[in-house]
């Protein structure tokens, strides 16, 4: 909307007044007389600014349903990755067991029952493969429910089902503290941040190396988690571009989404803290804080 | 095809010492007396470099850290010492390797086995490899 005014008194501020400042671009004024190409040339501007808040606005659209669709796709990539140490784990065991079966058939009794007791052992291993699988993949995307959780147990289950990357990237993991840990959480979201944070920490590493894990419970009700790598770190100007979405440091291999979806699992969801920090002497350190729950009716 | 070797020097590389175990012992029931192991892939690639060490097949497997079996079926093929020594994947799934395989292949690799394999299945890639007469053989298993 133009105004047409014979004089200069409405000024902008008593518009504005009269239609709240969220309208701010949604007029302007002429002062009378005025001539056609001022009219013409005000009706330009204004279309303009308006085709331009229009595509900026379809832009926006898009850029969050990209957002959505390469979380998405973070989540499934993480999960393949997981998949495939899951596959070639169980490759293994069902081959423990066919051939442990197979070659038994014709030995002794006191040798099939030793085979008997290593296909046992297996197929156990399988299965609680398989229930750390189910933990990390059920509920998936759902509303997140918070329940109490051991964190040293999830923390090792994670590490005991990443075994094969670890192997992979000749990863050693080292629990180096480990207080009981208790949290208020959901376990599968806060799995996946751990899961993430170990593939950083594997790819930070060219050739062999370590990963610390600190399980601490501070005296200020807080619990802090640290998860350190032996790597080059991260410049300190880059420490807090990595959390923006789509920023990658690892080339191609990153989506750059890892750290934005862990910061917002913990500092939105759980209302903790994630920062990334370098170590004094080498590789960097990913601290997490949450609010401890319930130490002492549990711990006991 | 030629008559069935049991004296062929074969090489198991695989770090999962149980399932390496459960190899050699498919081989030794088959009746092969000359199988030689390798627990890490580094133990592997110097065995394969090594003009001491005679070796006809190499059965190994594929995920292992650095080198990994595809290292060493590279290192292997174009090593003239192991002109006509045969080479056979060990992988553990088919679908997602899809592409490893055709890069396998690419490399020579004379056959593939899927992890988990019967007896019979190994008996009869390896045969297929070396170009052996089925059931000409005297072996316990398979």
């Not at chain 1, 990755?81 to 006191?110: C, D, P, T, W």
């Not at chain 1, 060219?206 to 410049?235: E, F, H, M, W």
């Not at chain 1, 807090?240 to 500092?267: A, D, H, Q, S």
């Not at chain 2, 890069?103 to 988990?116: H, L, M, N, R």
């Amino acid at each position: 909307m133009v105004f047409v005014t014979a004089n200069h008194d409405p000024r902008i501020e008593s518009i504005n007044v009269k239609l709240g400042e969220d309208s701010v671009d949604q007029w302007d004024y002429l002062n009378k007389p005025f001539t056609k190409s001022e009219i013409i040339q005000k009706s330009r501007n204004f279309l303009a600014l308006w085709n331009l808040k229009e595509q900026q606005s379809i832009k926006d659209q898009q850029l969050k349903e990209l957002n959505n669709l390469l979380s998405d796709h973070e989540r499934k990539n993480m999960l393949a990755a997981i998949s495939r140490g899951v596959s070639h784990e169980f490759g293994n065991i069902l081959q423990q067991i066919i051939g442990k079966a197979e070659l038994s058939v014709n030995k002794s009794e006191a040798g099939m029952k030793e085979a008997l007791n290593k296909i046992l052992d297996a197929s156990q291993k399988a299965s609680d493969i398989l229930q750390r699988f189910k933990n990390m993949t059920e509920n998936h995307q759902s509303t997140s429910e918070k329940e109490l959780v051991n964190v040293n147990e999830l923390i090792k289950g994670t590490i005991d089902l990443m075994e094969h990357q670890f192997k992979v990237h000749q990863v050693k993991v080292c629990v180096i503290k480990n207080d009981p840990v208790f949290v208020n959480a959901d376990p599968t979201a806060l799995m996946q941040v751990f899961v993430n944070l170990f593939i950083n920490a594997s790819h930070a590493m060219v050739g062999a190396g370590q990963v610390d894990v600190s399980l601490i419970n501070k005296a200020d009700g807080q619990s802090l988690i640290v998860i350190r790598d032996y790597g080059p770190g991260v410049k300190s100007e880059e420490i807090e571009k990595v959390f923006e979405p789509l920023y990658t440091t690892k080339g191609e291999k990153g989506t750059g989404l890892g750290l934005p979806i862990c910061r917002e699992i913990i500092e939105i969801e759980h209302r903790g803290h994630l920062t990334l920090k370098n170590h004094p002497d080498k590789g960097l350190m990913v601290e997490i804080l949450l609010p401890t729950q319930g130490v002492k009716d549990v711990a006991s | 095809m030629s008559q069935v070797d049991l004296l062929l020097p074969i090489l198991v590389v695989d770090d999962d010492a149980m399932v390496r175990d459960i190899v050699i012992e498919y081989l030794n029931s088959f009746g092969f007396q000359n199988v030689i192991e390798a627990k890490t892939s580094v133990e592997a690639l110097k065995m394969i470099q090594s003009h001491q060490q005679n070796i006809g097949l190499v059965l190994s497997d594929w995920d292992m850290p650095t080198p990994t079996g595809l290292d060493l079926l590279k290192s292997f093929k174009s090593n003239s010492i192991r002109q006509g020594a045969k080479f056979i994947m060990i992988t553990s799934q088919k679908s997602v390797e899809r592409i490893k395989i055709a890069q396998a292949a690419s490399f020579g690799v004379d056959a593939y086995i899927v992890k988990p394999f019967r007896a019979h299945t190994l008996k009869e890639k390896i045969w297929n490899v070396m170009g052996w007469t089925k059931g000409d053989d005297n072996s316990k298993a398979g």
